[in-house]
């Protein structure tokens, strides 16, 4: 069987020979610059580099023995700023499962009916005054200290009944507290000893 390969030593014409010459003198360095200029992506770099050989190989003499490496370095630029420019203009493309994400996650009615309704069972296991704090400070948007002067309690006060009250909504509304939500505990040589 005898193949022959383009620009192989037994290549048919001199226009193919000066075009494996080309290759070969011009491809690595011109690929080095094509990955710069696209920020590392090596496969529309290979698609550029042959592109641009490509159009090379049309459109220039390549037995002439002119100096192609300016031309080829301009076209492969030439190619990656139309490439972008044509990704700008178009629009962008969507994956087909992204409306359906969008759909999933997106909250709606009946997310916020079964929520509140949650909420409201959640709210019946805390005590009155666990109530009324979690109603001026996260409903009527006071501070500590404007949530105590209304219910007549130090802020103090407040900031530990808000933070018992979201406790335990936490534990009725079944959420698990991580690590870094968890209370942390006294160690034992904290606590005076009986003895």
Not at 2 to 13: E, K
Not at 41 to 48: G, K, L, S
Not at 63 to 79: C, H
Not at 179 to 189: C, H, Q, Y
Request: a negative charge; charged letters at 25%; proline letters at 5%.
């Amino acid at each position: 069987m005898g193949l022959t390969m383009m620009g192989s030593s037994g290549a048919a014409s001199a226009q193919e020979r000066a075009l494996r010459t080309l290759y070969d003198e011009q491809a690595g360095a011109l690929y080095t610059y094509v990955v710069r200029l696209l920020g590392g992506d090596r496969h529309r770099a290979e698609d550029v580099v042959q592109e641009a050989l490509l159009r090379c190989w049309r459109t220039q003499d390549l037995t002439a023995g002119q100096p192609l490496r300016p031309w080829l370095f301009r076209v492969a630029r030439n190619l990656v700023v139309d490439e972008y420019r044509l990704r700008m203009a178009r629009p962008q493309e969507v994956n087909g499962n992204d409306w359906l994400d969008d759909l999933i996650t997106r909250p709606d009615d009946v997310d916020r009916l079964l929520s509140s309704l949650l909420l409201r069972e959640a709210f019946q296991h805390l005590s009155p005054k666990h109530r009324e704090v979690l109603y001026e400070t996260y409903f009527s948007g006071r501070s500590m200290r404007e949530a105590g002067e209304v219910l007549g309690v130090p802020p103090g006060t407040v900031k530990s009944r808000v933070h018992h009250a979201v406790r335990v909504l936490r534990l009725a509304m079944g959420v698990v507290e991580s690590d870094g939500d968890a209370v942390a505990e006294k160690p034992e040589w904290a606590y005076p000893s009986a003895a």
